[in-house]
């Protein structure tokens, strides 16, 4: 059995990777910011966990970790005159701070697994440039950065990747897909012509943590419909 910790497990996409991992017979450590969610499976324990107040602290956690998944982020699409300097650093912190000061806190854990594996969450924004995503490309850009430098620090003993989705339909969308109009357009614009669900994410982030992809770090890995590398 594996440790594993998925830092934002209440919603979406660590929601259902919690749950994935779980069956396959794992040991989940989930955290959740106000609410905790009903438990899915007798293999996770949530934790309250809060990524943006330096008081907060993990606890209970083993020795050893398999691995580890930072979730949290946000998604505000805004002309960039309309973003105020602060609004960036707030993203930064939630999004690329957070995950820099959980993985300091757990890298002595993960040290002591001789394949441990962490998975971190960019977007299809960074490296297509889309408009009114500034915001989110900023920061997401910074953990592209992380991905790469974590990874030749940390190699052979560590492995870091990243994954890069489209527009996934979880609580986090919930706005840009709150009608049947945007949730076909959205669709439209992929080339499979449909949007990501958490489970299309979960899986990616699942076989990332496993023996299956330990031939493998570094990587920034599309999951997005085809939308980064066709034209139909």
């Given at each position: 059995?594996?440790?594993?910790?998925?830092?934002?497990?209440?919603?979406?996409?660590?929601?259902?990777?919690?749950?994935?991992?779980?069956?396959?017979?794992?040991?989940?450590?989930?955290?959740?910011?106000?609410?905790?969610?009903?438990?899915?499976?007798?293999?996770?324990?949530?934790?309250?966990?809060?990524?943006?107040?330096?008081?907060?602290?993990?606890?209970?956690?083993?020795?050893?970790?398999?691995?580890?998944?930072?979730?949290?982020?946000?998604?505000?699409?805004?002309?960039?005159?309309?973003?105020?300097?602060?609004?960036?650093?707030?993203?930064?912190?939630?999004?690329?701070?957070?995950?820099?000061?959980?993985l300091q806190f757990v890298m002595p854990k993960l040290k002591q697994s001789t394949e441990a594996s962490v998975v971190l969450f960019?977007?299809?924004?960074?490296?297509?440039?889309?408009?009114?995503?500034?915001?989110?490309?900023?920061?997401?850009?910074?953990?592209?950065?992380?991905?790469?430098?974590?990874?030749?620090?940390?190699?052979?003993?560590?492995?870091?990747?990243?994954?890069?989705?489209?527009?996934?339909?979880?609580?986090?969308?919930?706005?840009l897909l709150n009608t049947d109009q945007k949730r076909e357009a959205n669709a439209q614009r992929h080339p499979l012509k449909r949007i990501?669900?958490?489970?299309?994410?979960?899986?990616?982030?699942?076989?990332?943590?496993?023996?299956?992809?330990?031939?493998?770090?570094?990587?920034?890995?599309?999951?997005?419909?085809?939308?980064?590398?066709?034209?139909?």
């Amino acid at each position: 059995m594996s440790h594993y910790l998925i830092i934002g497990a209440s919603t979406g996409i660590g929601y259902e990777l919690a749950s994935q991992l779980a069956e396959a017979g794992h040991s989940v450590i989930g955290t959740y910011n106000s609410h905790k969610p009903e438990t899915l499976h007798s293999n996770i324990d949530f934790q309250p966990f809060d990524v943006l107040d330096s008081e907060s602290t993990l606890t209970s956690l083993p020795d050893k970790l398999s691995g580890v998944v930072y979730c949290p982020g946000s998604i505000s699409l805004r002309p960039f005159e309309r973003i105020k300097p602060e609004d960036f650093m707030r993203d930064y912190q939630l999004q690329v701070v957070g995950a820099i000061r959980v993985l300091q806190f757990v890298m002595p854990k993960l040290k002591q697994s001789t394949e441990a594996s962490v998975v971190l969450f960019s977007t299809l924004a960074v490296q297509t440039g889309l408009p009114y995503h500034s915001l989110v490309s900023a920061s997401k850009g910074a953990i592209e950065g992380l991905v790469r430098a974590l990874s030749a620090e940390y190699a052979p003993g560590i492995r870091v990747n990243g994954i890069a989705p489209s527009l996934t339909d979880t609580p986090l969308a919930a706005s840009l897909l709150n009608t049947d109009q945007k949730r076909e357009a959205n669709a439209q614009r992929h080339p499979l012509k449909r949007i990501g669900t958490a489970s299309d994410i979960a899986h990616m982030a699942a076989f990332l943590l496993s023996d299956k992809s330990s031939w493998i770090t570094g990587q920034i890995f599309p999951v997005d419909g085809g939308m980064s590398a066709l034209r139909v």
